[in-house]
């Protein structure tokens, strides 16, 4: 099983829809997650961070189920803006300086059209 | 602004040149940066650990004298592709992890050997 796996997407939906993406762990032992936003051809840039079983700020709501190893993505009311390589994001299995070492899922494509 | 800063942005090399890429903490210290990779259409992959006064660490299948990471001051580590190869090209990020903040990202550098 891969450390962080994500839902491939990609994902086309219109302004105003809501989305969510998922993602499974395999690092029981893992404490806190994190979501970035990459926009193409860009350097990744944090979106969120789950230290417990969830977190919302405004649009966005990050869930964390521990027993299932699962971690969610909602986004309400999706802008174009929104329009953006969603990543998630784990600290690595091996070890390491927890939050600067980072294991990544392949990510998610979204595309907000009009 | 941006707190990790990455030069250069872009750089086109000839096949069998080296390219040195630098990463730099703007306004904190960063004793272990992280050296990351991304070709077209995957997610970020570690490289390898950068860590100040010592030797770097690298991931499995990393050549470690193929890409030669110096770490010589707080705020300063470098990253030398050297005798690159069109399969080199890639898109480099490093980040540094600010103690009790996330992990920081530099704006990446994209490299096309030719």
């Known amino acids: 099983r891969k450390e962080v796996e994500q839902d491939p997407g990609p994902f086309n939906v219109p302004e105003g829809a809501t989305v969510a993406f998922n993602c499974t762990y395999s690092n029981s032992a893992s404490q806190s997650f994190f979501w970035y936003r990459q926009d193409c051809r860009k350097e990744p840039k944090l979106l969120m961070s789950?230290?417990?079983s969830g977190n919302e700020d405004g649009r966005f709501t990050a869930q964390l189920n521990r027993a299932s190893q699962y971690i969610s993505l909602l986004i309400r009311d999706s802008k174009l803006s929104d329009s953006a390589t969603y990543l998630c994001?784990?600290?690595?299995?091996?070890?390491?300086?927890?939050?600067?070492?980072?294991?990544f899922g392949q990510g998610t494509i979204l595309t907000v059209h009009p | 602004g941006a707190v990790v800063s990455q030069h250069p942005s872009r750089v086109i090399c000839k096949s069998g040149t080296s390219v040195k890429i630098e990463c730099r903490s703007l306004d904190f210290q960063a004793t272990t940066m992280f050296w990351y990779r991304q070709f077209p259409k995957q997610s970020l992959m570690l490289m390898a650990t950068?860590?100040?006064?010592?030797?770097?660490?690298?991931e499995q299948g990393v050549e470690k004298d193929k890409f030669l990471i110096n770490h010589a001051s707080l705020t300063l580590s470098t990253l030398t592709v050297t005798s690159a190869h069109p399969e080199d090209s890639s898109f480099y990020i490093c980040s540094a992890f600010r103690t009790g903040r996330e992990a920081f990202f530099g704006q990446g550098t994209r490299l096309t050997v030719v």
């Open positions: 994001v784990a600290p690595r299995a091996s070890g390491g300086t927890s939050y600067g070492k980072l294991t």
């Open positions: 789950v230290y417990s």
């Open positions: 950068s860590n100040e006064g010592s030797k770097a660490t690298y």
